[in-house]
Structure formats: C-alpha cells, structure tokens
C-alpha cells in the first residue's frame, strides 16, 4: 500500500493519537514529540509541514510499525 501524497503532519498526529495510542508530550518549533508505552516506551517526532516529505513519511510509518508490530496496511487504513 502506498502512502497518501495529501497527508499532512497535523492529519497524521490526529490518526496517531486516535487509533493508536499515542499522546501529544510537547512541541519544538515545528515538530511535535508523541509518545506511546503499550507495547513498549516510544518517542516519535512528527514534523507538522504539509505535506512532510515522503522519506520522512515513510520513516514514521516504519517506526510506528515496528514499535506496535503490525503491518503497514494496518497503520494507513483509515488515514
């Protein structure tokens, strides 16, 4: 599955927050800083340009994926 072009980082904080348990911990500049504990502790920077670029998309994707071991297909449905 690819990774919508039209997301944004604010839309992609939202999804976080809502469908997999990450929180809002604090915000530098333009990043915000998510943090998750279930499966285990995980910090995530998400930048809030619109659109982030795709290599740094990707990246976060990977991350969440590995930290919540589920699939990338799993993650992006309902993004």
Request: hydrophobic share 35%; aromatic share 4%; charged share 25%.
């Amino acid at each position: 599955m690819r990774f919508p072009r039209d997301v944004g980082g604010q839309r992609l904080i939202d999804h976080l927050c809502r469908s997999w348990g990450y929180r809002k911990v604090s915000q530098v500049g333009s990043h915000v800083i998510l943090a998750s504990e279930l499966p285990k502790h995980h910090r995530l920077p998400v930048p809030l340009h619109s659109p982030p670029g795709i290599g740094i998309c990707k990246k976060i994707v990977r991350e969440v994926c590995e930290a919540k071991n589920i699939s990338q297909e799993e993650l992006l449905r309902g993004l």
